[in-house]
Structures are given as C-alpha cells and as structure tokens.
C-alpha cells in the first residue's frame, strides 16, 4: 500500500503542475504511463519471486520428509536382512553340527568300541549340563506310556514319538509280540511289564507301535 499511495500522490504533484502549465499534460502522462509500467513489472517480479521462495521452501520439506521415510525404510530393511542372515547362519551352524557328528559316527563305524565311548563321553557332558533335571528325574517315576515295539535298531519309539527320558516304559522284542492274557510262560517279560506300568506306575496310555515288512513275521 505504501507503493501506491506514493504512485497517487505523485499523480497529485503532476495534475497540480498540469494545471499550472497545460502544455506539460501530453508529455506528463506519458512519462507516467512509463513508470507506471515500470513499478507493475518490479511488482510482478517481486510477487514471483515470493513465491518461487515459497514453492522452494514446501520443496525442502518434501525432499526432509522423503528422506526420513526413506531411512525409515533402508533401516528396517537391513533389520530384516541382519535377521535373515542370523537365522540362516544358525541354520547353517545346525546343519554343520549335524554334519559332524555324521562324520564321527561314520569315523566310528569301523571301530565300536570307540563308537560306544564317544557316545558316552557326550552323554556325560549332556548329564552336567542338565543335572538337576535328571535328579528330579531320578527322585520320581511317573511315565504316562507304555509302549511295545519291535526290536529293529532302525525303530526307536522314543525318537519317533520325540518323548524324553521318564515319559515312557518301553518294551521291545523281536517283532513286538504281546501275547494274550493267561497264556503264562510264552511272554512272561510283557506280562511283567504291563501289570508293573498299570499297578504299580498307574500309566495312562497303552501304545504298540508297528512297522512295515517286518521281517520276523515272515520268518513265523
């Protein structure tokens, strides 16, 4: 407003010089008309210029807040691959660890005696390790399972139904017999068995586990 009322005022000082000499008129309104043109384009400029530095302004921030967004994302995605990488070297590690006792086993095939000592060497380890669970275990005897099952060394019921130590009685004979009640003398060692976990554990299930091609009953 302070340009303008400048540009009235100096319109003022004009008319009133026009007045006074009238043949200063035509040459007066064309030296007005050119600052006039002059002032609107310094206040065309001016007003771009404003908003050029307004538009840079909200672009600043745009491009701050793209970048936020953007580490957001790069972080949470080397996060994820920190993760991954973890979970596949355990994976790895397992699998390793696997290898190697495959390979101690393999090692030990030739010589079972050694094979047998190796075994109980980690079995004492494993026993330190967790010595107050088999102290517990050895102060109570509550299995929930009686299981029969064959003999075959390539079936371990234990391993199959993935059952700790205490939560089983297992009984295996060559191709898992059980014989009928009453018939004494054909398989004493079953019939012990079962009215020991029934009587005495009170076990809760009864289970027999059996197998394909069995080869003991094609024998029978």
Not at 5 to 12: N, P
Not at 45 to 66: A, G, P
Not at 81 to 103: P, Q, R
Request: glycine share 4%.
């Amino acid at each position: 407003m302070g340009k303008i009322t400048c540009l009235e005022e100096g319109f003022a000082e004009v008319k009133t010089l026009v007045s006074c000499c009238p043949k200063l008129e035509h040459f007066a309104l064309k030296k007005l008309e050119k600052v006039v043109k002059e002032l609107e384009f310094k206040v065309k400029i001016c007003k771009e210029w404003e908003e050029l530095k307004i538009k840079e302004h909200e672009l600043k921030e745009m491009i701050e807040l793209k970048k936020e967004i953007l580490d957001v994302k790069i972080h949470k995605e080397l996060e994820e691959i920190k993760c991954k990488k973890e979970a596949c070297e355990a994976h790895l590690y397992e699998e390793l660890e696997e290898l190697k006792g495959k390979a101690e086993l393999f090692g030990h095939a030739i010589n079972p005696i050694e094979r047998i000592k190796c075994g109980f060497q980690e079995f004492k380890i494993h026993f330190e390790e967790k010595k107050e669970y088999y102290e517990k275990l050895a102060e109570c005897h509550k299995p929930k399972f009686l299981i029969f099952s064959d003999c075959d060394s390539r079936v371990d019921p234990c391993k199959i139904l993935n059952l700790e130590l205490g939560e089983a009685i297992v009984v295996r004979n060559v191709g898992c017999l059980v014989a009928a009640y009453g018939e004494e003398g054909t398989c004493p060692s079953a019939h012990a068995a079962i009215e020991y976990a029934v009587k005495e554990l009170q076990v809760e299930h009864i289970l027999v586990i059996g197998q394909r091609n069995v080869m003991q009953f094609s024998l029978l």
